[in-house]
Structures are given as structure tokens and as C-alpha cells.
């Protein structure tokens, strides 16, 4: 199965994973009462540099818009894409719920559906400086802030 399949089972087996009962956070992975996050691909660690950056954000960029393309034919539908940036402040004070907490951080921009009272989108994870990036999928019956 290539690296596209896989993740596009990956992307539908979540949407039919019950939550657990507690959040269990497991390194770029969670999930919880009402989400279940995983990672898809992660830079190699090493991979520094402007250069290196760029070559997978771009990897990245073009396996999401591959799994945008395959789950719009398999009848999700177009994705919305959803800015992330700015979510934070416009909460303010008030805590957001898992996994846009960990989400509105790290996360530009979303492909996002709606579909059987889910959430479900794809994007990009910048951690920061010094930590590789993350193409990560999920899933939650949590709103976007």
C-alpha cells in the first residue's frame, strides 16, 4: 500500500474510531473524550535548515492536497480551508477544547470537512524551532474556535 493510501485509510479510520473515556497524549499523537489526533508523516529529525524546511513543507503540502483530492472523490466533498491563525486570540482567555488547544499553536491552515458530526482536517504542524514538522490528521466533534 503506498504512503498515500495508507494515510487516507488512516484519515477514515478515524472517523469511525470511538474517543476514549480519558486523553491520553502520546508524543505527536492524541486522543481523548472528543478527539483523536496521529501524525501522517514527520521530518526526519536532522533535517534543519531553510533548505530542508522548505523540501518538506512542500512533501507535505502536496500529500495534502493528494488526500484533499481522494476523499473529495469519495464523496467528502471539497474541503473548507481554515485559517488557524489569529484563533488563539480571538478565544482569549477562555481555554479551547483538545485538539485545537495544541491545534491553533502549531497549525497555520486546515483542509477541513464536516461530515457525520465530526470535524476532520489535515494540516501542517510547525512545533518550532528545532523540531520537525508534522503532517498530522484528525478528527473531534469540538467546533473551530
Known sequence: MSGTAQHLDTIESLCALPFPETNSPLGYESSGPRHHLVTLLLAPTGSEGEAAHTVFEDQFDSER?????????????????????????????????APWDHLVHTVPDLHLWRRAGRWTGIGTAHHGPGLPLALIAFTTTEDPP
Open 65 to 97: 492536497e493528494a488526500l484533499a483530492l481522494l476523499l473529495t472523490v469519495r464523496g467528502w466533498g471539497p474541503p473548507d480551508r481554515f485559517a488557524l491563525a489569529g484563533a488563539a486570540l480571538r478565544a482569549g482567555d477562555a481555554p479551547l477544547p
